[in-house]
């Protein structure tokens, strides 16, 4: 049996890119705006009685990326962040800012629940990773097409350029899920490693 050609390893690698960048970009899409630090995308609060008889409720928000709250109580409360009153209301919306913290109050004479709803912006960096992966995908299955049909050395000298840095975004895309906690996302990354290296392997070792 042949060694794997150039343009069949290239096309069997371009596939971790493409899939990773097509994961991530759903994970960006659908996963990442609710998964707010702490409390997720929606948190419930019930405002509890102090000494003084009036009822309050603390709660801070931390802000990966530009985070966007919603405030909704069924009964009028008083709303402080950061210690500066800002109204009494019974809906309002706030912007916390990267890497910012709000330190929320609420204070009523009267007992008050509701709830706050979450998300946050997807990050720049995030949205480019995303589609560099899926392009770097695209472009190695093209390439790996054209040497199939057409054998040439500038082309196949491309192809290997093109597979140091599929491996090289693909590693990096590993550190980065790594420093964002998404360990879950890192397991299927290695995992998808280790498909297409089989099968390199597994294709030496018969011929």
């Not at 060694?3 to 097509?22: C, E």
């Not at 890497?99 to 960096?125: C, K, T, Y």
């Not at 998404?182 to 011929?207: C, D, E, R, T």
């Amino acid at each position: 049996m042949k060694k794997l050609s150039t343009g069949l390893l290239i096309f069997i690698l371009s596939l971790l890119p493409l899939f990773a960048g097509l994961t991530y970009f759903l994970y960006l899409q659908v996963v990442f705006p609710q998964l707010v630090p702490h409390y997720g995308g929606t948190e419930r609060f019930t405002l509890s009685k102090t000494q003084n008889g009036t009822y309050t409720y603390h709660i801070s928000w931390s802000a990966y990326t530009r985070l966007h709250l919603s405030l909704q109580a069924n009964n009028t409360v008083a709303l402080y962040v950061n210690g500066t009153y800002v109204r009494d209301c019974t809906h309002y919306d706030l912007v916390v800012e990267q890497h910012r913290r709000a330190l929320i109050l609420l204070r009523s004479d009267l007992p008050v629940s509701g709830m706050f709803n979450a998300w946050q912006e997807i990050p720049l960096e995030g949205q480019f990773l995303a589609s560099a992966l899926l392009l770097i995908g695209l472009i190695g299955i093209g390439i790996s097409v054209i040497i199939h049909v057409r054998k040439m050395g500038f082309l196949g000298d491309t192809a290997k350029g093109t597979l140091i840095l599929t491996v090289v975004v693909w590693i990096f895309a590993i550190f980065e899920f790594i420093e964002m906690n998404q360990i879950v996302l890192v397991v299927l990354l290695l995992f998808g490693f280790l498909i297409p290296l089989y099968m390199i392997v597994y294709a030496y070792l018969k011929s």
